[in-house]
């Protein structure tokens, strides 16, 4: 049949378009162009640089870090033995162990579906989970817990039951750490440390930035960390003018 052969032939030509994607964004990550472009990490390039889904962005950063180690895992993609979903359940369970160890296990899901992949790595339940749906209106979270744990929430939920129910201790628990971050009114320290930044100022230092990283194009909003702009070693002082935000990964750049 003409439309089967044809689509076989799309089929072959996708698995190669790609290996030659995983091919640029390892150029990409071996040279992180995508920091000087804003963006935090490959992923963040992915999601908000190329417009790939946060879950397919994780796979192809799964397959592009263990091509560097493994290149033939292109060749298994191209293929068709391996798939990106099950390079990408495997790759966290690959991590640290030798290099015949991870080809061994690669091998060991050659030809498997997602669901006998994933059935291959299954782990017990995680101590603390939480699964978040969003809606137009409201958001569910899920919350899963050891018998362990649910016992200890059902002291604290116990001991505050004359003025908490689990909810509203939740909703206590986030005001009263984001109530951490409202003080803003500094004093300008006369410390002889300039690394030390006082809390206060550090939340001055947040607000103003919109809480997220200030490197040009960059959005991330974790793993902030407070930059001396003009370097500490080199007479910078730790006076507002003088700071900034940074995601972790824009600053390890700055050096």
Do not use: W
């Not at 993609?77 to 991870?102: C, F």
């Not at 930035?209 to 960059?218: R, T, V």
């Not at 007479?235 to 995601?247: H, M, R």
């Amino acid at each position: 049949m003409k439309l089967h052969q044809e689509l076989l032939e799309l089929r072959q030509t996708e698995k190669r378009i790609t290996s030659e994607i995983l091919t640029k964004l390892q150029e990409m990550e071996n040279c992180r162009g995508y920091l000087k472009m804003g963006h935090s990490s490959l992923v963040d390039y992915l999601v908000r640089g190329l417009g790939y889904s946060e879950a397919t962005a994780y796979q192809r950063q799964a397959c592009v870090r263990l091509a560097r180690e493994i290149p033939e895992i292109k060749e298994k993609i191209d293929s068709g033995d391996l798939s990106l979903t099950a390079i990408s359940t495997a790759y966290k369970h690959l991590r640290g162990k030798p290099i015949g160890e991870k080809r061994h296990l690669l091998k060991s899901i050659e030809n498997r579906s997602s669901r006998e992949v994933k059935k291959m790595f299954l782990e017990p339940m995680t101590p603390l989970k939480i699964q978040k749906t969003e809606y137009a209106d409201k958001v569910y979270l899920r919350l899963e817990l050891t018998h362990e744990q649910n016992q200890r929430l059902e002291k604290l939920k116990a001991l505050r039951s004359h003025k908490h129910s689990i909810e509203s201790l939740l909703v206590e628990f986030i005001e009263k750490e984001l109530k951490n971050y409202e003080n803003t009114k500094f004093k300008l320290s006369n410390s002889k440390n300039p690394r030390q930044i006082p809390k206060r100022l550090r939340n001055s230092v947040l607000k103003s930035s919109g809480y997220k990283c200030q490197f040009p194009g960059c959005e991330s909003k974790y793993f902030l960390q407070i930059d001396h702009i003009h370097p500490v070693r080199r007479g910078g002082k730790q006076n507002p003018e003088n700071l900034q935000v940074l995601c972790a990964t824009h600053n390890q750049q700055k050096g």
